[in-house]
T-cell receptor, first 112, second 114 residues
Framework: SQQGEEDPQALSIQEGENATMNCSYKTSINNLQWYRQNSGRGLVHLILIRSNEREKHSGRLRVTLDTSKKSSSLLITASRAADTASYFCATAVIQGAQKLVFGQGTRLTINP | NAGVTQTPKFQVLKTGQSMTLQCAQDMNHEYMSWYRQDPGMGLRLIHYSVGAGITDQGEVPNGYNVSRSTTEDFPLRLLSAAPSQTSVYFC?????????????FGQGTRLTVV
């Protein structure tokens, strides 16, 4: 079964608004990563947060991690049309840390 | 650098046919993986390799074989294609680091089995 599950499955907002996506996972992790996938393309790494970190920023991205709740959130501020894509969380579990296990993704649509 | 290169980009097979999906990376990454992506299922790990000569099964290995004779190449073989293997296949690579490194993905192979 999937380690990570994103919520919501789909999100549609107006350009300029903030977008928040959530990821829950089941087992203890080494780190959690977020990826973006444009339609018909491969995945592109966005940001990595380690299990001993609680928050991380990269440009307009803010990621939080709550290991007690086994959850993470990705916030995209001041959204742009180019942010339209699917976003996936991926966990590197402690057991078998060579594997990255992906969630089902959130489809984000930014309306102009 | 080309990064991770997958070939072919599209393929149609008849049930029972065999084929090999190619994956090559030029970043000298030891770790390579194959995923399949189906609607509503996200990416599921098929097989992975932590170095030349070493492979292991992922979440959905049945019907697929892999080998890793060189650091650069990690081909995925379908021995007898089935309609359930219709999917988009992604190859990924990354450097060692206990999982604490980003993965680089190819552009995918869209496979249809009829």
């Amino acid at each position: 079964s999937q380690q990570g599950e994103e919520d919501p499955q789909a999100l549609s907002i107006q350009e300029g608004e903030n977008a928040t996506m959530n990821c829950s996972y089941k087992t203890s992790i080494n780190n959690l990563q977020w990826y973006r996938q444009n339609s018909g393309r491969g995945l592109v790494h966005l940001i990595l947060i380690r299990s001993n970190e609680r928050e991380k920023h990269s440009g307009r991205l803010r990621v939080t991690l709550d290991t007690s709740k086994k959850s993470s959130s990705l916030l995209i501020t001041a959204s742009r049309a180019a942010d339209t894509a699917s976003y996936f969380c991926a966990t590197a579990v402690i057991q078998g840390a060579q594997k990255l296990v992906f969630g089902q993704g959130t489809r984000l649509t930014i309306n102009p | 650098n080309a990064g991770v290169t997958q070939t072919p980009k599209f393929q149609v097979l008849k049930t029972g046919q065999s084929m090999t999906l190619q994956c090559a990376q030029d970043m000298n990454h030891e770790y390579m993986s194959w995923y399949r992506q189906d609607p509503g299922m996200g990416l599921r790990l098929i097989h992975y390799s932590v170095g030349a000569g070493i492979t292991d099964q992922g979440e959905v290995p049945n019907g697929y074989n892999v080998s890793r004779s060189t650091t650069e190449d990690f081909p995925l073989r379908l021995l007898s294609a089935a309609p359930s293997q219709t999917s988009v296949y992604f190859c990924a690579s990354r450097v060692p680091g206990g999982g604490s490194t980003e993965a680089f993905f190819g552009q995918g192979t869209r496979l249809t089995v009829v």
